[in-house]
């Protein structure tokens, strides 16, 4: 029998991230401010550290990633991947299933890979107290682990319906020594003014992001850290791909297919976007973003400009959005919650260089049960999105008879998550599409990007 | 900056297991029957594969691993070493901290090591069903794992403390496809009887190894596993330790203290067994156990003979033990609360081959904490009592300047075991020591080993 893990060395973890800026067919549309101009870097620079600024406007191809970040990364990384024998057996397929486990990483997801970066750039410019959102917890406590190893506090406002689902995620964040708040809150304004509206609103990305930006900007000691979105990011995350790239040289194969889950766009941008450059070689690989139903950003939002946040804090951003009102329904995937995306994944979207594709939720379980069943690990409800269409894609190999490579990212572990399985095997799980009208109204608000 | 992961190709994934049976200075005492006579293997047949009673009785020093085992073992094993290097920096100490990361198992814990052989064998020798028992839960994930691998359906007793603490490991079981009850039920005479004496019992290993012993040997079709004491299953548990004999030689280190977390005795029989063949040819090195101090059984216990279980379903086997009917308290380290202890483990200790400390469970979740703040990984409540002894080492080095190498293994993460941290942090969790007279009570059943 093969190998089972494909490993790399330490010495293997990538020096550079990839920064795809660099490979566009064409410029990402700037950011604008509220007058509807064009913002400079400047605007930034009372959330972000300076470095996290140029990274976040550079078109430099590749960028050195410091030596105290790799000194953390060497703690989990390089990931391993795995080829799926087992459910490749369960599944009578020709396929050839590979997939990146990130959720070896202390706080159990991708997250950490830029959580770490994040923190070192704060403290090496002095800045040593952090806010942040998070959904269903990942992000939150990533950051909460990299705060603790580099001296930073940090302050978390945490989406109220995961709050009350994850209630453990909250107890690892203060492991770690993160304070922890169920947004919105009455600390800032957005979030007594959502309380005002729905004093039994389940929360949402965009409300948590509000707060946690309020909370930032209102004093000089303090930054923000956002867990996606935003292309510094996307940017740290392409370890994942890089280091898929490398291991798939060790096999000696390639994949056909890229997989991986999208809400804020930073696991599978940080996946797909090394293979980019393969693929404008002239290399046939499909890259397929998977996001929910429930949330449809890329599949049913509009390419327009759109704040990040529900309070319109964040400047207008290019991006697939469902408009900054919308507030999805309580699923699950706390980490899919999210009503935009990534301009940079968007902006490929948009150009036909990545697919995207929405699953319902129960399909989501029903896959990521049968993988814990056959792969052992038990999947995140973000990642079984991921699984969802790799097993669909090797299904569909099984009825051609073709033995393809799909290869997805399993970004994080569900540990933390057992009350939706649980909820899952009751039957009390449903799925939830957006009727159209609701979504049309939605869209409404959004200002179309380009001339007019 | 030297690595910190110190890893293993999957062909170095150990191919024998080591029975330290074949170098023990004086055999062990023979298990006794019901009667007081040492009784043979065939007694052991209603409950257990051929293959594994066997086992529980061999004096080869090498017993091969079946591939079909190593191929499930690929899938996390070998199991990372990693130098502690921010935990050493943040004590301040000389000593150089190793400890070896069993966690990664998709059970999160080392069980999986003999609960994919156990699974093995009988499915191997025919037998679908097995019936086991559960105190933390991660014994009884791990055989539902094994179980979902190798189609095996799987029925738990969970002790009911754990149960209630626990409901997320609950449903990990089931989500690989097993059965869970909260220990005792009322399935069982056993469960019944106990229910019957007092109907708010926390529950104990003891009792809820009678249950899941009466259900098996109840049934033609089924058998029984255990997930620590018995002779087999510390020999499928010394993967580790041989992997960490290899992992020193690749540092060129080795270590002067060996610790492990001791409750039934596998991750430390496991852990220690394989180095005590160094220790044989002349090299310094001490094994410790460390086990809890409101468990205190091979601290305070006796070396004598005692049932395995409660309700006296077991043969009597030798061993350090606190009296079969001792209840521990509700304490968070779930694995570490059983009241006796591995023949293999309790024997060495009594040769003086073996160290036993007993520590508070305070100061092993403050040890716990320091850890996931410097080291990143969230340990199980077990395993802080091995860092916390560890520290402990590390901490007398920093005193004498010694400059020693401290070994530990890291047995499982603590992601299921967060309500423990929060009644941590909230102050809510105390120290336990027993008083004597209870202790001296419990011991006064016991049956002497030898002559007499």
New interface residues.
């Given amino acids: 029998?093969n190998?089972?893990?494909i490993?790399l060395?330490?010495a293997e973890i990538p020096t550079q991230w990839y920064n795809v800026a660099a490979d566009l067919p064409t410029p990402l549309p700037p950011p604008l401010g509220p007058d509807g101009q064009p913002i400079g870097p400047d605007a930034l620079a009372p959330l972000f550290p300076q470095a996290l600024i140029e990274q976040e406007v550079s078109t430099q191809r590749w960028i050195p990633i410091p030596?105290p970040v790799r000194?953390i990364y060497?703690?989990?990384r390089p990931a391993p991947m795995?080829r799926a024998r087992?459910l490749e057996k369960a599944l009578g397929t020709p396929a050839r299933i590979y997939y990146k486990y990130e959720g070896?990483?202390?706080a159990?997801s991708h997250k950490p890979n830029t959580a770490v970066a994040q923190a070192y750039y704060n403290q090496r410019e002095g800045c040593l107290r952090l806010t942040t959102e998070t959904g269903a917890g990942q992000w939150g406590s990533s950051i909460a682990?990299a705060g603790?190893?580099f001296g930073i506090s940090v302050r978390v406002y945490m989406v109220r319906v995961s709050y009350q689902q994850k209630?453990?995620r909250r107890?690892?964040m203060?492991?770690?020594?993160a304070e922890v708040f169920s947004s919105p809150t009455t600390h800032t304004q957005s979030g007594r003014d959502a309380l005002a509206r729905d004093p039994e609103t389940p929360g949402s990305l965009g409300l948590a992001i509000s707060e946690a930006v309020e909370d930032a900007a209102s004093r000089a000691d303090t930054h923000y850290a956002l867990g996606s979105v935003l292309n510094h990011v996307v940017l740290h995350q392409t370890v994942i791909g890089l280091e898929a790239m490398a291991q798939f040289k060790k096999v000696n194969d390639f994949p056909d297919v890229v997989i991986g889950c999208c809400g804020g766009g930073s696991n599978f941008g940080g996946t797909a976007f090394p293979f980019l450059q393969e693929k404008a070689a002239g290399r046939a690989v499909r890259l397929v973003a998977v996001e929910p139903d429930s949330c449809p950003t890329l599949t049913r939002g509009r390419y327009a400009y759109d704040h990040g946040d529900t309070a319109k804090l964040t400047p207008l951003m290019p991006m697939y959005s469902l408009g900054h009102d919308f507030v999805p329904p309580g699923i699950h995937a706390g980490g899919l919650r999210y009503h935009g995306d990534s301009p940079l994944v968007s902006h490929l979207c948009h150009l036909g260089l990545v697919e995207a594709v929405a699953v319902p939720q129960l399909a989501t379980f029903q896959a990521g049960?049968l993988f814990?069943?056959?792969?052992?690990?038990?999947p995140a409800p973000e990642s079984n999105h991921a699984i969802r269409v790799a097993i669909d894609e090797a299904l569909k190999c099984k009825e051609s008879g073709e033995s393809k490579a799909i290869f997805f990212t399993l970004s994080g572990?569900g540990?933390?998550d057992?009350?939706a399985?649980?909820r899952y095997?009751a039957g009390d799980l449903e799925d939830y599409a957006y009727p159209e009208e609701k979504i049309a109204a939605s869209l409404a608000s959004l200002r179309p990007i380009g001339p007019g």
Same sequence: chains 1, 2.
């Avoid at 814990?372 to 038990?378: C, D, H, N, Y």
Wanted: hydrophobic share 45%.
């Fill in positions: 029998m190998d089972v893990k490993l060395d330490e030596e000194d060497r703690q989990w795995f087992q070896v990483s202390p159990g682990l603790a190893m209630p453990f107890s690892m203060e492991t770690w020594g049960v814990a069943r056959s792969e052992g690990i038990l572990h540990h933390f057992m009350a399985y649980d095997f």
